[in-house]
């Protein structure tokens, strides 16, 4: 009974959140200076409302299952380091390029190094995913 009250609960905010982000993006003029009013100014602050509560809710939940079921956390708390130490590793591979696009738009070495390395973390997990999958395909085919 619990459970079902607070789907409930969730569902509510779940739609109280969209229809405050629909009429908002109805209202909004974003040529008009000062076009705000007090309504979008209202769902504009209880969306960072709902998302940092939100935020507070998932981290509070995480921790929690990590505290109560650590032997199993621990599977994904691996997972999160391996991911930290594949873009510590892309990070110090990748190079700070220096072209005339970047100039332009006035891009630093250090943020042009920072979105190679995420390029790079992007490409190699989905290298490292397509061969799971396809070792997945082929181990099932020879167990059988």
């Keep these: ?56 809710f998932m981290a509070g939940f995480a921790i929690y299952q990590i505290i109560s079921n650590f032997k199993q956390a621990k599977i994904g708390l691996l997972g999160i380091a391996g991911i930290v130490i594949l873009f510590v590793i892309t990070y110090m591979l990748s190079g700070a390029s220096n072209s005339a696009v970047e100039q332009k738009f006035e891009i630093t070495s250090q943020l042009s190094k920072t979105v190679s390395a995420g390029l790079l973390s992007t490409y190699l997990l989905f290298v490292i995913a397509f061969l799971a999958i396809v070792w997945t395909i082929i181990s099932g085919r020879f167990k059988n």
């Design 1 to 56: 009974m619990r459970n079902k009250i607070i789907n409930i609960v969730i569902f509510a905010l779940g739609v109280l959140a969209s229809i405050a982000t629909i009429m908002f993006a109805m209202k909004y003029n974003a040529l008009e200076e000062g076009s705000g009013s007090l309504f979008q100014n209202f769902a504009m602050y209880t969306t960072y409302v709902m998302f940092f509560l939100a935020l507070l």
